[in-house]
């Protein structure tokens, strides 16, 4: 029996790194310190397992999975690779590279969920902070948007909401917590302020709040159901914090026109910080989704949705995110890594990829999976394999390896590797 | 002069054709503008393996006339970049039409898609259909939209139609999508149609100025109403739009009073919505 320390937790953004993991006869048998998601992905991750893989439904050896893989990507003209959120750094680096070798158009899970907070941070800028910075300073904090009591477990415990820090030394008590949703959560019962809005009104919310800050009387009695005198108070509130923090989640960047959403937040920000210390973190999903911007952003520039098809790269949402290229019926072969688009995007854009080649790297049957005509299993990042990965506050973190994998599985990174070599001898050298 | 293009087959992967100006075709010959490269996913592959071609074609660019005799709604950047000439596209276009242009005309009689107009800095653009989203726009990061010229809606317009817009006009007959002319720092839009939510969100003043002729569907609470008026200059630019733009709804509010409203508050800025009062 063997206990691991200091292991991190390859589930969501806020990649807890202080789990403890008891392992015996290369099984996992306890799990100490992680939340009721994280115990579930310890103890169940040899659940519904990939253990072979497949090319058309027929059990096949690696090898010639990559070789069929490497020959569909290497002729096809619109290929797209998607995913990525849910794997280390090495394979989103590699990922990359393969984009820029077959010409194609490769996109991260980002595009559907906090793309708009990457476009808004790409063109003014995210007046951000460590997550240890906000538990040791942060007396104001504010959640728009976003329930990390469903999403983000450990996050009002570790960094937000309870933890005792340097200049928050009693705790909870120090800090004036706000929650602004369309309904009632399990979040809003525990918060000082909870202002329940009206859907899709986020932005005229956000907009009378920073007239407020810049001093501005609005005429109109209340802005997205809330009075304006409790405007008034929180804007009155938010100027004297000693250091306030707003959390926003797909409450605000998927409600309706989500770009300009998250670019009034940030600007309201951005004025606060003439009164005060202020910042505004997205509460990212994958565990390493901030990570696939990361290492996209330095390697090509950009941080998703990018094209290579003419030998560079090039960025635009809206033209190459992976639910618009499909729903166009654009791409012509697809490549899914470590994520499971059949599930999650629209029908129209499904449809589409039901009717190309469709390659698929993860560790569990899901339903891509089951639609795919190649699937090739993979080891489970942060269990079965180590790797890099973002934290939501943009801090890389080391993903330990605590088992080993099954004989024959291989991590995303040495998968993507052979496909790139193969593809590599089939294009000439190239 | 007069160069025809017909269509030869509906592309599954949408063309890039931005040599489609009159700037590149003015002074070859058609034999060799059959050979002009365009970029379908990573291939490069020739314009004649798209359009049958025939015509003339002139010396000097203000010359020439492109017509596409049917739907070009795959084919991207069309007039990307012209600096004059004409463009008649007989059915629908595809996305980024006329973006980055500087002058000369380009009309579409069907439908026009996204990024029409984007960037563009001269030169007028009609859409007799209607177009998709960021008509005369930025493109993502930049912090100029259109800067000059002239785009002309008949139809509906999308969503963040002429954000960052920095100078020049936009026409839109028919309904506008939500955030038209958010982030305006210059400039005018006219609605003849409904406009939607979050018209001119982040307007930053600068002279914009947006004119709804049919109402907004609900204007933002940070734009501070001022006064009910008939302002001289809209009459000049109504009869601008009735007599130069031949857009004929013009005429309809020569004698109409407008409120004003000035904002956007959040930003401090003294952009101007007009709502007719009729």
Known sequence: ?430 | MEVFLKPKVKPLIPVEAEVLTPDRFAGMKLSEIEGLPVYVGNRVEKLSDYFELEGSISEKPADQQITILGDASRIKYIGYGMTAGRILVEGGAGMHLGSHMSGGEIVVKGNASDWAGAEMSGGLISILGNTGDLLGSAYRGSREGMTGGCIIVKGNAGIESGIFMRRGTIVVEGEIGSFAGAHMNGGAIFIFGKASRGVGAEMRGNGSMIVCFKGVDSLLPTFIYNTIYKPNFMRIYLKFLFNTLKIDKAGEYFETPFKRYVGDAAVGGDGEIFIAET
Request: charged share 25%; aromatic share 6%.
């Open chain 1, 1 to 430: 029996m063997e206990v691991f320390s200091d292991v991190v937790c390859p589930f969501c953004g806020c990649l807890c790194d202080d789990l403890e993991i008891t392992v015996e006869n290369n099984k996992i048998i306890k799990t100490k310190n992680s939340c009721a998601i994280s115990l579930s992905k310890f103890m169940h991750h040899e659940d519904n397992r990939l253990n072979y893989p497949t090319v058309d439904g027929r059990r096949t050896d690696l090898v010639e999975a990559i070789n069929e893989s490497a020959k569909i990507l290497a002729s096809a003209k619109r290929p797209l690779i998607y995913g990525l959120s849910s794997t280390e750094c090495e394979a989103i680096n590699r990922s990359i590279e393969l984009a820029e070798l077959i010409g194609g158009v490769i996109d991260s899970t980002a595009s559907v969920c906090h793309g708009p907070t990457i476009i808004t941070e790409q063109s003014i800028g995210l007046i951000k902070s460590t997550l240890g910075e906000i538990k040791n300073r942060a007396d104001l904090i504010i959640f728009w948007g976003s329930n990390p009591t469903e999403s983000h477990l450990r996050h009002l415990t570790r960094y937000s909401m309870f933890p005792t820090g340097l200049f928050t030394p009693e705790g909870r008590k120090n800090r004036f917590i706000v929650a602004v949703d369309v309904r009632k959560t399990k979040l809003s019962r525990i918060v000082d302020l909870f202002l329940e809005i009206e859907p899709n009104k986020d932005f005229e919310l956000i907009s009378a709040l920073r007239a407020i800050v810049r001093g501005v009387k609005i005429e109109a009695e209340q802005v997205s159901g809330i009075p304006i005198n409790i405007l008034k108070e929180l804007a009155e509130r938010m100027k004297k914090a000693r250091f306030g923090v707003v959390f926003y989640g797909l409450g605000l960047t998927q409600s309706e026109m989500g770009d300009m959403n998250v670019n009034a937040a940030v600007g309201l920000v951005s004025d606060l910080n003439h009164h005060t210390k202020f910042v505004i973190l997205p509460m990212r999903g994958h565990f390493n989704v901030a990570g696939a911007n990361t290492v996209s952003s330095w390697l090509s520039g950009y941080p998703f949705a990018i094209d290579y098809s003419r030998g560079y790269s090039r960025y635009n949402p809206g033209e190459f995110t992976a639910v618009d290229l499909l729903e166009r019926k654009e791409a012509d072969a697809a490549l899914i890594i470590a994520s499971d688009p059949v599930a999650h995007f629209p029908a129209s854009a499904v449809e589409h990829l039901t009717k190309i080649p469709l390659i698929t790297i993860d560790q569990k049957v899901n339903m891509t999976t089951l639609l795919s005509r190649i699937v090739i299993p993979a080891a489970t990042v942060g269990i079965e394999a180590d790797g890099t990965a973002y934290r939501m506050d943009g801090i890389p973190i080391r993903l330990k390896k605590i088992i080993e994998p099954s004989e024959g599985i291989l991590p995303d990174s040495e998968i993507l590797k052979m496909m790139i070599d193969k593809i590599r001898v089939l294009k000439g050298g190239y």
